[in-house]
């Protein structure tokens, strides 16, 4: 492996915290960790994120977006506890009836336990600091 060229090797899919990058400072081949390089950077990178859409159920924390419908009144959501330094976005992109609503239940909240959503636009931006849910932003929802 000590001679193999970095253009030979096998390219990864997947990074976790413990993985290693190789580094050329000073003249010296080193090791950085992934947590090490990422927590050294003042702002979260924005890479192509990923997001889902859901017409009922459990959002995903592992994505940034998710894009619920309020499709029928009552339509019922729910965010699991995260953990600190996690964000969310939710966005309502579809309304379908005359009076929709979609409630979404937040397990770990700071100051609310639900948000309503009910028409196309309204959106919340959730900060998970130490382990609870933050509202840091909103438009038109109703947070109870």
């Given at each position: 492996m000590a001679d193999s060229k970095?253009?030979?090797?096998v390219p990864a899919t997947v990074l976790g915290a413990g993985d290693y990058l190789l580094l050329v400072q000073g003249g010296?081949?080193?090791?950085?960790?992934?947590?090490?390089?990422f927590g050294k950077i003042p702002v979260r990178p924005v890479v192509l994120e990923a997001s889902e859409t859901i017409l009922s159920g459990v959002l995903a924390t592992n994505l940034l977006t998710s894009k619920i419908r309020a499709i029928t009144a009552g339509v019922a959501y729910t965010l699991a506890a995260g953990t600190h330094g996690m964000e969310k976005v939710i966005v309502c992109s579809v309304a379908d009836v005359t009076t929709p609503s979609a409630v979404l239940t937040v397990s770990s909240p700071a100051g609310y336990s639900t948000i309503t959503f009910n028409a196309v636009g309204d959106s919340v931006h959730l900060k998970n600091?130490?382990?609870?849910?933050y509202v840091v932003g909103t438009n038109s929802v109703v947070l109870a």
């Open positions: 970095v253009s030979s090797l010296n081949s080193i090791k950085l960790d992934i947590q090490t390089l600091i130490d382990g609870l849910w």
